[in-house]
């Protein structure tokens, strides 16, 4: 799911441009000049570009591109930005249809509060079109709780009932940010729950390029699963949380990212983690130079790639402690679902 260079560039060069009579908001100049900051010079790219990268080589590729949800155009956090608006006249203006060698178009709304309408709409949406990107954005992972019945009767079951596939991918922003209890988690413990026979996919990426791969993945297989991705909040602005140009013109989606921080045969214990908890272990881990400790990030968490995480054990043969580690308490997020179908790997919890 690798991209060339070239391809690349022409799309971020196209991502901050307009018409010598728009006036975009004062306010995202400073941002965008330290995307193009951090692309062109120090070539890293955030979540972001990331996201918007992926998003405008599929429209390159021949892929339509669409994108919903109650703030999605700007980005909830203020970090997306694919739709502009001029300061003076409201005049709206979205940067990727402007790309020149684009086969398909892109298409994002700011859609209402009602997600049980929201999804189901997009639901339908991709059932129709398969060829299309369909995504559904929650402003905050809890808003997904409208939705629950369009993902009990369809999402999850709608293939083994009808054998209808569908590929619409869910954006729940997850994470132990502040702002209240019910806006910290995207429930994954309910998703969770209802996972069975590679019936959907859920994703808690922690680089900028595994979610471009993860995006560009759902559309190059030659079938449609459900895509739950718990996308992150404060990753959106933490300086770590980026990753090199050189990691989207090559290789794929990984389920699991190794430690390549230590050397194997010094590792005494082992931290299995998924998501923004990454790099708070990761601070510990350079903080104290930590070699003895292997953190292993856990991309994809359902299907589960049980062997891949077999292999890794197996490698730092060294380590007498295993942990799972997560942020949620011990009956949320993902801690039950993996004591249950690793227990064999004597997983413990912290």
Same mark, same amino acid.
């Given at each position: 799911?690798?991209?060339?260079?070239?391809?690349?560039?022409?799309?971020?060069?196209?991502?901050?441009?307009?018409?010598?009579?728009?006036?975009?908001?004062?306010?995202?100049?400073?941002?965008?000049?330290?995307?193009?900051?951090?692309? +062109?010079?120090?070539?890293?790219?955030?979540?972001?570009?990331?996201?918007?990268?992926?998003?405008?080589?599929?429209?390159?590729?021949?892929?339509?591109?669409?994108?919903?949800?109650?703030?999605?155009?700007?980005?909830?956090?203020?970090?997306? %930005?694919?739709?502009?608006?001029?300061?003076?006249?409201?005049?709206?203006?979205?940067?990727?249809?402007?790309?020149?060698?684009?086969?398909?178009?892109?298409?994002?709304?700011?859609?209402?509060?009602?997600?049980?309408?929201?999804?189901?709409?997009?639901? /339908?949406?991709?059932?129709?079109?398969?060829?299309?990107?369909?995504?559904?954005?929650?402003?905050?992972?809890?808003?997904?709780?409208?939705?629950?019945?369009?993902?009990?009767?369809?999402?999850?079951?709608?293939?083994?009932?009808? /054998?209808?596939?569908? /590929?619409?991918?869910?954006?729940?922003? %997850?994470?132990? !940010?502040? +702002? $209240?209890?019910? %806006?910290?988690?995207?429930?994954? !413990?309910?998703?969770? !729950?209802?996972?069975?026979?590679?019936?959907?996919?859920?994703?808690?990426?922690? #680089?900028?390029?595994?979610?471009? %791969?993860?995006?560009?993945? +759902?559309?190059?297989?030659?079938?449609?699963?459900?895509?739950?991705?718990?996308?992150?909040?404060?990753?959106?602005?933490?300086?770590?949380?980026?990753?090199?140009?050189?990691?989207? #013109?090559?290789?794929?989606?990984?389920?699991?990212?190794?430690?390549?921080?230590?050397?194997?045969?010094?590792?005494?214990?082992?931290?299995?983690?998924? $998501?923004?908890?990454?790099?708070?272990?990761?601070?510990?881990?350079?903080?104290?130079?930590?070699?003895?400790?292997?953190?292993?990030?856990? !991309?994809?968490?359902?299907?589960?790639?049980?062997?891949?995480?077999? +292999?890794?054990?197996?490698?730092?043969?060294?380590?007498?402690?295993?942990?799972?580690?997560?942020?949620?308490?011990?009956?949320? $997020?993902?801690?039950?679902?993996?004591?249950?179908?690793?227990?064999?790997?004597?997983?413990?919890?912290?």
């Amino acid at each position: 799911t690798g991209v060339d260079r070239a391809i690349l560039d022409g799309i971020f060069n196209h991502l901050t441009e307009y018409p010598e009579d728009f006036a975009p908001h004062p306010k995202l100049f400073k941002q965008f000049q330290l995307r193009a900051q951090n692309y +062109q010079t120090q070539q890293d790219v955030d979540w972001a570009t990331a996201e918007a990268l992926a998003f405008g080589s599929l429209v390159v590729e021949g892929t339509p591109v669409r994108l919903m949800g109650e703030d999605a155009r700007r980005g909830t956090f203020s970090q997306r %930005h694919s739709t502009l608006v001029d300061y003076n006249n409201e005049r709206r203006w979205v940067p990727i249809n402007t790309l020149p060698n684009a086969k398909a178009r892109f298409w994002v709304y700011d859609s209402l509060l009602s997600e049980y309408a929201a999804l189901g709409f997009e639901y /339908g949406y991709a059932h129709t079109n398969s060829k299309a990107l369909v995504m559904w954005e929650a402003q905050f992972g809890d808003f997904v709780n409208g939705a629950q019945i369009v993902i009990d009767q369809y999402l999850v079951a709608a293939e083994d009932k009808w /054998g209808q596939q569908n /590929g619409v991918v869910m954006l729940l922003p %997850h994470g132990y !940010e502040g +702002q $209240g209890p019910e %806006h910290s988690s995207a429930r994954i !413990e309910r998703f969770l !729950e209802a996972c069975a026979n590679d019936n959907i996919q859920l994703a808690n990426c922690t #680089t900028p390029a595994n979610y471009f %791969h993860l995006l560009r993945r +759902q559309m190059h297989r030659p079938f449609r699963k459900p895509l739950m991705v718990f996308s992150p909040k404060s990753l959106l602005r933490n300086p770590a949380c980026v990753s090199p140009l050189a990691d989207f #013109t090559k290789g794929f989606f990984q389920e699991i990212i190794d430690d390549t921080n230590v050397k194997v045969k010094e590792v005494k214990r082992v931290l299995f983690c998924s $998501g923004k908890i990454y790099y708070d272990l990761l601070a510990k881990q350079q903080k104290e130079n930590r070699r003895d400790v292997a953190i292993i990030r856990l !991309e994809q968490i359902f299907p589960l790639p049980i062997a891949q995480i077999q +292999q890794i054990i197996a490698k730092y043969d060294q380590a007498t402690d295993v942990f799972w580690v997560q942020e949620e308490p011990m009956n949320m $997020g993902a801690a039950s679902f993996l004591k249950m179908n690793l227990d064999v790997l004597e997983f413990r919890m912290i």
